[in-house]
């Protein structure tokens, strides 16, 4: 093999080499980062790993909220017409919060299986709905905005 082909070779190599090492440290850091989303009814099949940052969606079940006298803390359910998931939450909730409409927890799955919400978003038009979301969740008729099955 001619030396400057030989040289071009390993270069080419080193180059992939180092390339390769640079995508798996930075997936391997993203990795903490991702927020997974998953429906209540994969929460009661035990798919949802706990003390991990996820993201669950559904409807408010009505006259599930409940809130301590004393300070922020509120205490609510969200369904996808399957099964319910339990969330605390200890900050002020968005305007559009309410029993009976679209939302979507951001926090961790406790031991216990109650989601410690760090963060709640109020769904904000009644007519629309991802179609990621849609076809994950079945929402039911009485939540306030969901999608239409």
Known sequence: MHPARKQRLILVVVLVALSSVAVGFVTYAMRNNMNYFYAPSAFAAGEVPHDRRIRAGGCVVPGSVVREHDGLDVRFAITDGEANVSVMFDKILPDLFAEGSAAVVTGRLMQDGTLRADQVLAKHDENYTPPEVADS???????AGGAKS
């Not at 969740?137 to 939540?143: F, V, Y």
Request: net charge positive; with cysteine.
């Open 137 to 143: 969740m079945k929402i039911p008729a009485s939540c």
